[in-house]
């Protein structure tokens, strides 16, 4: 079973806001560096789950649009304002969080069928690990289906899932769904038992941790050694977007933050406020942007409260959009890249039109990770699963893409310099 998902932001109990939402008194541990108001995560994450990536799946829907700067900086990071548990910006390029897949598994469990219900096969943050695990589902001989869940239109995601169920698999992967709006499906998958791995994706039971009821995705998804759980993955992709930006700045950043208060938004923003305050005593988030999933729209509330952010900080240094699509499909990278050309930006995902904004120089680096290998990795857990053996650690990670380091060629996502389909190969014994 999935392990308990810990609480968002253990050591943080409340998320700063924009000036422009009510306010309310900020904890003493981050007052220093937040301007603004604060909100309960646990609260705001109930009323505000939606699709989950807030997602990546509304990722590229969107044209990819120009965006942000770079700034001459030392690359090697380590001032004195920056903790020395920071890696710097070689490091982050180099190895990142990344490592080797499994050497050690069971052989394929031929025959067994599995139906993936994705996203949403319109969007490559959706489609690109479906058709990954696809591939996979070759080599391990499964017979396996994708169910598309449309990005929820007209309630795709329960037509998705029950299409599914109603061909009673072995087993069901779910990526980049949201447990909630799924939640009836589920829990007649669980009665019927038929595992179900979530992957990028949260448990009901994120906001009521120990809840066995809640409990609905069966077979567990690892991600690395040090990400075991969905939480833990996000949470490492928030410290990433943080270290990132420490190195690059010296440990001397005044920063723009795009507060996403959807799940899983909630575990990246968290992380990354928790890793500016405890890791950087030069940095100052000059103000915190929040914003829902329904708000990123183009032209919608979250890019308007972005540019009028822009405006009010001049003085800002540096931006942290969070997501692919804050940077690139709402424009967030080109009304940065406008305002001041030496904005230092950073986001979060690795799809090709938000590395191309990197190749264009106008967005400073991408904190990314392999859509590909996701599919491969969610395959061999529950090829385990399928045999009765627990998930393991994929190795799955994040690395830093900038203008010097990682840039595929044009048009393609990140590719990690991790041989993972030879690994598999060999690990399932095929060729």
Same mark, same amino acid.
């Given at each position: 079973?999935?392990?308990?998902?810990?609480?968002?932001?253990?050591?943080?109990a409340?998320?700063?806001?924009?000036p422009d939402?009510?306010?309310?008194?900020?904890?003493?541990?981050?007052?220093?560096?937040?301007?603004?108001a604060?909100?309960n995560?646990?609260?705001?994450?109930?009323?505000?789950?939606?699709i989950?990536?807030g997602?990546?799946?509304?990722?590229?829907?969107?044209t *990819?649009?120009?965006?942000?700067?770079?700034?001459?900086?030392?690359?090697?990071?380590?001032?004195?304002? *920056?903790?020395?548990?920071?890696?710097?910006?070689?490091?982050?390029?180099?190895?990142?969080t990344?490592?080797?897949?499994?050497?050690?598994?069971?052989?394929?469990?031929?025959g067994?069928?599995?139906?993936?219900?994705?996203?949403?096969?319109?969007? $490559?943050?959706? /489609?690109?690990?479906?058709?990954?695990?696809?591939?996979?589902?070759k080599?391990?001989?499964?017979?396996?289906?994708?169910a598309?869940?449309?990005?929820?239109?007209?309630?795709?995601?329960?037509?998705?899932?029950?299409?599914?169920?109603?061909a009673?698999p072995d087993?069901?992967?779910v990526?980049?769904?949201?447990?909630?709006?799924?939640?009836?499906?589920?829990?007649?998958?669980?009665?019927?038992?038929?595992?179900?791995?979530?992957?990028?994706?949260l448990?009901c039971d994120?906001?009521? $941790?120990?809840?066995?009821?809640?409990?609905?995705?069966?077979?567990?998804?690892?991600?690395?050694?040090?990400?075991?759980?969905?939480?833990d993955?996000?949470?490492?992709?928030?410290?990433?977007?943080?270290?990132?930006?420490?190195?690059?700045?010296?440990?001397?950043?005044?920063? =723009?933050?795009?507060?996403?208060?959807?799940?899983?938004?909630?575990?990246?923003?968290?992380?990354?406020?928790?890793?500016i305050?405890?890791?950087c005593?030069?940095?100052?988030?000059?103000?915190?942007i929040?914003?829902?999933? /329904?708000?990123?729209?183009?032209?919608?509330?979250?890019?308007?409260?972005?540019?009028?952010?822009?405006v009010?900080?001049?003085?800002?240094?540096?931006?942290n959009?969070?997501?692919?699509?804050?940077?690139?499909?709402?424009?967030g990278a080109?009304?940065?890249?406008?305002?001041?050309?030496?904005?230092?930006?950073? /986001?979060?995902t690795g799809?090709? $039109?938000?590395?191309?904004?990197?190749?264009?120089g106008k =967005?400073t680096?991408v904190?990314?990770?392999?859509?590909e290998?996701?599919?491969?990795?969610?395959m061999?857990?529950?090829?385990?699963?399928?045999?009765?053996e627990?998930?393991?650690?994929?190795?799955?990670?994040?690395?830093?893409?900038?203008a010097?380091?990682?840039?595929?060629?044009?048009?393609?996502?990140?590719q990690?310099p991790i041989?993972?389909v030879?690994?598999y190969?060999?690990?399932?014994?095929v060729?």
């Amino acid at each position: 079973m999935p392990s308990t998902p810990r609480a968002p932001g253990s050591t943080l109990a409340a998320r700063a806001s924009s000036p422009d939402r009510e306010p309310v008194e900020f904890p003493s541990s981050l007052g220093a560096k937040v301007r603004g108001a604060v909100v309960n995560i646990r609260s705001t994450a109930r009323r505000s789950r939606v699709i989950v990536a807030g997602l990546l799946t509304m990722i590229f829907v969107l044209t *990819a649009c120009g965006g942000a700067g770079t700034a001459d900086t030392d690359d090697s990071g380590g001032a004195d304002a *920056a903790s020395s548990n920071v890696p710097s910006v070689d490091e982050l390029t180099a190895t990142g969080t990344e490592s080797d897949p499994p050497t050690e598994g069971p052989a394929p469990a031929k025959g067994k069928s599995v139906w993936w219900v994705s996203c949403g096969m319109v969007v $490559p943050d959706c /489609s690109v690990p479906a058709e990954s695990a696809a591939e996979a589902a070759k080599y391990l001989g499964m017979d396996f289906r994708i169910a598309d869940g449309r990005l929820n239109a007209e309630g795709g995601n329960v037509t998705a899932i029950n299409t599914a169920l109603a061909a009673s698999p072995d087993a069901i992967i779910v990526h980049g769904i949201a447990c909630d709006t799924i939640k009836a499906p589920l829990q007649d998958a669980k009665k019927r038992g038929i595992p179900v791995m979530g992957v990028e994706t949260l448990d009901c039971d994120v906001d009521d $941790p120990g809840n066995e009821a809640n409990n609905l995705f069966t077979a567990d998804m690892q991600y690395a050694d040090d990400a075991i759980t969905s939480e833990d993955y996000f949470a490492t992709w928030g410290r990433q977007l943080a270290y990132y930006l420490i190195a690059k700045t010296g440990g001397e950043a005044k920063l =723009l933050n795009l507060a996403g208060q959807s799940n899983p938004n909630i575990f990246i923003g968290t992380a990354f406020l928790e890793a500016i305050d405890q890791e950087c005593g030069g940095c100052d988030i000059v103000e915190n942007i929040e914003y829902l999933q /329904s708000e990123q729209v183009p032209n919608g509330p979250m890019i308007q409260r972005f540019r009028t952010a822009l405006v009010r900080h001049p003085e800002a240094t540096a931006v942290n959009f969070e997501s692919g699509a804050n940077a690139g499909g709402l424009g967030g990278a080109q009304e940065a890249y406008q305002t001041n050309p030496a904005l230092i930006t950073v /986001s979060g995902t690795g799809l090709a $039109p938000e590395l191309d904004l990197v190749r264009d120089g106008k =967005l400073t680096a991408v904190i990314a990770h392999s859509s590909e290998w996701m599919g491969y990795a969610a395959m061999d857990n529950i090829n385990r699963q399928l045999q009765g053996e627990d998930a393991v650690p994929q190795g799955l990670g994040f690395r830093a893409v900038d203008a010097e380091h990682n840039l595929p060629d044009e048009g393609m996502t990140y590719q990690t310099p991790i041989d993972f389909v030879s690994a598999y190969k060999k690990l399932w014994g095929v060729s």
